[in-house]
């Protein structure tokens, strides 16, 4: 079932576990997250990537939409780190309900003034936002950002930025990177600690490819509700196309299943590091359970139209004149 983002991770946050967020960029991603979810019964996130967005546009988010809708887990569609209004516009379009309006690239007095005016922008359209303060290092679909430019999260410019902008969830920045760590991950979890003890809003941790269960694990305790993969899981996709490259007469379709099988293998692997396996019960959809409602209401309309007419009808009879004879 098609989810809100809002209500994964604050449920997520309130039985202390995280949900997956996965980037896929074609029908092999989608169906990898759909098919790890449903197999062991965990919410989970599509996300879109800018440069996803940029190659599959209008019909790549159609596609998203519609696999949340039909799985039998909740399922919620995301926009990924967007610095740019008109990406964030053509999301809303298409029915995107959650935004990532990623202004951490600017100083922080612009980021506050561009997440502002995009959070403005996505509510007034009935989404929700994410947004990030600190610069997180690393390399990421084609964006580099230097080691000696990573500014981790500042626990009262947190504060500040969430009561300024009304932001959704927050992205925070304590050692992770982006794409591998190539060297032994170091997070501050002292700083984590202060932040959540600081802001009332979920927060998220990019770069949880390659983060080890301890850190995971230590992540969820101090506040973490979303994990964003995207690495292991294009690796996986990766290295099946490479090694298919070795056979003599590969069938496309048989190296799209082989695909999708790899991915899935890294995504289940995760939802069960992230503790969601098996709670996708605790979640309810607002948008099913306002299809529900509209239901309910048709029921009770049409219940309320059949006795009205069984009572004119009861009335009709006990006033009818008796025949004579």
Do not use: W
């Amino acid at each position: 079932m098609l989810a809100s983002t809002s209500e994964l991770l604050n449920t997520a946050r309130r039985n202390a576990y995280a949900i997956g967020a996965f980037n896929v960029y074609n029908l092999e991603g989608v169906k990898a997250v759909i098919d790890a979810a449903e197999a062991l019964q965990s919410p989970a996130m599509l996300q879109l990537h800018p440069s996803a967005l940029k190659y599959g546009k209008s019909p790549l988010v159609a596609l998203c939409m519609e696999a949340a809708r039909k799985s039998s887990v909740p399922i919620a569609v995301h926009l990924d780190h967007s610095t740019s209004e008109k990406d964030i516009h053509l999301a809303l379009a298409a029915g995107i309900k959650s935004i990532m309006a990623d202004g951490s690239p600017l100083s922080y007095e612009q980021n506050l003034i561009f997440t502002r005016e995009m959070t403005e922008l996505s509510h007034a359209n009935g989404a929700v936002v994410e947004a990030e303060i600190g610069r997180i290092s690393g390399t990421e679909d084609g964006l580099t950002i230097e080691e000696k430019a990573a500014k981790m999260t500042d626990p009262v410019e947190a504060v500040e930025f969430i009561a300024a902008t009304k932001v959704d969830f927050l992205a925070v920045t304590i050692g992770n990177v982006h794409g591998k760590y190539f060297s032994e991950p170091k997070l501050d979890f002292p700083r984590l600690a202060k932040i959540r003890a600081s802001v009332s809003v979920p927060l998220v941790l990019h770069g949880a490819s390659g983060l080890p269960e301890s850190m995971i694990n230590q992540s969820i305790k101090l506040g973490v509700s979303k994990f964003n993969v995207n690495t292991e899981v294009r690796d996986a996709y990766m290295d099946v196309l490479k090694t298919s490259n070795s056979l003599s007469d590969p069938d496309l379709l048989e190296v799209m299943e082989k695909a999708i099988a790899a991915m899935r293998s890294v995504i289940a692997g995760k939802l069960q590091l992230f503790g969601s396996a098996g709670k996708a019960y605790l979640h309810q959809s607002p948008y099913a359970e306002g299809f529900t409602a509209n239901s309910v209401s048709k029921k009770q309309e049409n219940r309320a139209v059949q006795m009205k007419n069984r009572a004119v009808q009861t009335a009709s009879t006990q006033t009818k004149p008796a025949s004579a004879g």
